[in-house]
């Protein structure tokens, strides 16, 4: 009797499209599976992704962090740190800039154990009445970037865990800080940024435009964990010619990470 062999399996394959950044794929592994690839390790379930290396680089002169791991990449090592924060243990990140890079990192933080996070970070203003420091909350983020298309369906926006944008208005709230709840320009091209477009994204209620929001979302859902993101004002693209307006001061960027600890631990 003939023994029979299974049927080898082809991978399914994904529909042409006329872009191929959207022709999204839903199988939950990759190649590169981070869970497959990073190990588990005692990270703390909270996190920031905090964009300023300045207040990074104080926690660890001044703050008591100690480096608990770090990834390595191209550029260099990508260190993680733990702080105590109100009696609490807290991680603390920088994600490199841009939405790629971003999200990788992020993916690998939840490969590693972490499950709640909260990103702090600048961001160019699209309405110039919006003051240098100012804070502003995304409710959403236009998607004008790529890495969001490989962990979503298209769609025009993605928007953060509702717990995380609850948590942030609440710590806001008991600060006693204004803040802007708006949507966000997510793009990857900072020197394509052109006029027209700019317009049209402010058209859609776009406050701010960055270069990682959207990627973040996007990680975040796919991987079901919670994440939200506080920005300041920084420089403005909302006027007739580009103004720098010297956006990066560390005195805002210290109390931003402070109040983006104190969301993220709240969760």
């Not at 865990?161 to 008991?174: F, M, S």
């Not at 079901?224 to 720098?244: E, K, M, S, T």
């Given at each position: 009797?003939?023994?029979?062999?299974?049927?080898?399996?082809?991978?399914?394959?994904?529909?042409?499209?006329?872009?191929?950044?959207?022709?999204?794929?839903?199988?939950?592994?990759?190649?590169?599976?981070?869970?497959?690839?990073?190990?588990?390790?005692?990270?703390?379930?909270?996190?920031?992704?905090?964009?300023?290396?300045?207040?990074?680089?104080?926690?660890?002169?001044?703050?008591?962090?100690?480096?608990?791991?770090?990834?390595?990449?191209?550029?260099?090592?990508?260190?993680?740190?733990?702080?105590?924060?109100?009696?609490?243990?807290?991680?603390?990140?920088?994600?490199?800039?841009?939405?790629?890079?971003?999200?990788?990192?992020?993916?690998?933080?939840?490969?590693?154990?972490?499950?709640?996070?909260?990103?702090?970070?600048?961001?160019?203003?699209?309405?110039?009445?919006?003051?240098?420091?100012?804070?502003?909350?995304?409710?959403?983020?236009?998607?004008?970037?790529?890495?969001?298309?490989?962990?979503?369906?298209?769609?025009?926006?993605?928007?953060?865990?509702?717990?995380?944008?609850?948590?942030?208005?609440?710590?806001?709230?008991?600060?006693?800080?204004?803040?802007?709840?708006?949507?966000?320009?997510?793009?990857?091209?900072i020197l394509r940024e052109t006029r027209a477009r700019m317009l049209a994204r402010k058209r859609e209620g776009c406050l701010t435009v960055e270069m990682?929001?959207?990627?973040?979302?996007?990680?975040?859902?796919?991987?079901?964990?919670?994440?939200?993101?506080?920005?300041?004002?920084?420089?403005?693209?909302?006027?007739?010619?580009?103004?720098?307006?010297?956006?990066?001061?560390?005195?805002?960027?210290?109390?931003?990470?402070?109040?983006?600890?104190?969301?993220?631990?709240?969760?």
């Amino acid at each position: 009797m003939k023994s029979r062999r299974p049927k080898s399996r082809t991978p399914k394959s994904i529909q042409r499209r006329p872009f191929p950044i959207i022709e999204y794929d839903p199988s939950p592994t990759a190649i590169i599976e981070p869970r497959r690839v990073y190990k588990r390790i005692d990270i703390p379930r909270h996190c920031v992704l905090c964009f300023f290396q300045d207040v990074i680089d104080d926690l660890v002169r001044n703050g008591g962090a100690r480096e608990i791991d770090h990834d390595m990449s191209e550029v260099g090592r990508h260190p993680m740190y733990e702080i105590e924060f109100d009696g609490k243990r807290l991680a603390v990140v920088h994600p490199r800039v841009g939405a790629a890079i971003a999200a990788a990192m992020f993916d690998r933080l939840i490969a590693r154990g972490a499950r709640k996070f909260i990103a702090c970070g600048g961001a160019g203003v699209l309405d110039s009445k919006i003051a240098v420091g100012h804070i502003i909350v995304p409710s959403s983020a236009v998607r004008d970037e790529g890495t969001s298309y490989h962990y979503l369906p298209p769609s025009r926006e993605v928007a953060p865990h509702p717990r995380a944008l609850a948590a942030i208005k609440k710590t806001l709230k008991r600060n006693g800080m204004d803040y802007i709840v708006a949507k966000t320009w997510t793009t990857d091209a900072i020197l394509r940024e052109t006029r027209a477009r700019m317009l049209a994204r402010k058209r859609e209620g776009c406050l701010t435009v960055e270069m990682e929001a959207a990627a973040f979302f996007a990680v975040a859902q796919f991987r079901r964990v919670q994440f939200g993101q506080i920005l300041y004002g920084g420089d403005d693209l909302g006027g007739d010619a580009w103004d720098h307006r010297n956006w990066n001061r560390h005195q805002i960027r210290e109390r931003l990470f402070t109040l983006a600890a104190e969301a993220c631990l709240s969760m």
